[in-house]
T-cell receptor, first 113, second 112 residues
Framework: RKEVEQDPGPFNVPEGATVAFNCTYSNSASQSFFWYRQDCRKEPKLLMSVYSSGNEDGRFTAQLNRASQYISLLIRDSKLSDSATYLCVVNMISSGSARQLTFGSGTQLTVLP | EAQVTQNPRYLITVTGKKLTVTCSQNMNHEYMSWYRQDPGLGLRQIYYSMNVEVTDKGDVPEGYKVSRKEKRNFPLILESPSPNQTSLYFC???????????FGPGTRLLVL
């Protein structure tokens, strides 16, 4: 089982739609969680961190469910510019090791006009 | 401008010919990492460094070497590249352990 799993998609949605992605992680000691966005052939960039109480940034809402070990990303009122691959990232800090930053393989989103 | 730079951006080489991919950051970050990205496998960490002269293996270190002689630079060395090292490589830096990763633009490597 992969440490961080995402539905690869692709998700094809019309402009204005609401779309949600889930990501599950296997290590219950995971301590911090992020969503990164990666445009085609470009580097990943931080979209938002995910906090225990859930957090919102404009049209984007991230939620964490520790009991079920998953995080989610909700995008409301999708724009064409939201088309990208969304990477779920989980960090388990163990004995000062930085190596436990684990990336999911990404969910591809295409927003259609 | 705060950034991570990598060179070269594209490289085609042949099996066994040593190569180095450079990485430099101007944000005074202590933590730097190298990742490779392959379809369906996501980003996998190759090596990381927590400070000058401090490096450690990530998840897929075989066939790679790194060095951290200066805080800003973290080159990735392939002593004897093989076709299975054909991939997209990203260097990243962060201010703190588990902090936001700032990625370089990537290096596309093809080993024939």
């Amino acid at each position: 089982r992969k440490e961080v799993e995402q539905d690869p998609g692709p998700f094809n949605v019309p402009e204005g739609a609401t779309v949600a992605f889930n990501c599950t992680y296997s290590n219950s000691a995971s301590q911090s969680f992020f969503w990164y966005r990666q445009d085609c052939r470009k580097e990943p960039k931080l979209l938002m961190s995910v906090y225990s109480s859930g957090n919102e940034d404009g049209r984007f809402t991230a939620q964490l469910n520790r009991a079920s070990q998953y995080i989610s990303l909700l995008i409301r009122d999708s724009k064409l510019s939201d088309s990208a691959t969304y990477l779920c990232v989980v960090n388990m800090i163990s004995s000062g090791s930085a190596r436990q930053l684990t990336f999911g393989s990404g969910t591809q989103l295409t927003v259609l006009p | 401008e705060a950034q991570v730079t990598q060179n070269p951006r594209y490289l085609i080489t042949v099996t066994g010919k040593k190569l180095t991919v450079t990485c430099s950051q101007n944000m005074n970050h202590e933590y730097m990492s190298w990742y490779r990205q392959d379809p369906g496998l996501g980003l996998r960490q190759i090596y990381y460094s927590m400070n000058v002269e401090v490096t450690d293996k990530g998840d897929v270190p075989e066939g790679y070497k790194v060095s951290r002689k200066e805080k800003r630079n973290f080159p990735l060395i392939l002593e004897s590249p093989s076709p299975n090292q054909t991939s997209l490589y990203f260097c990243a830096s962060s201010l703190s352990l588990g902090g936001t990763q700032y990625f370089g633009p990537g290096t596309r490597l093809l080993v024939l």
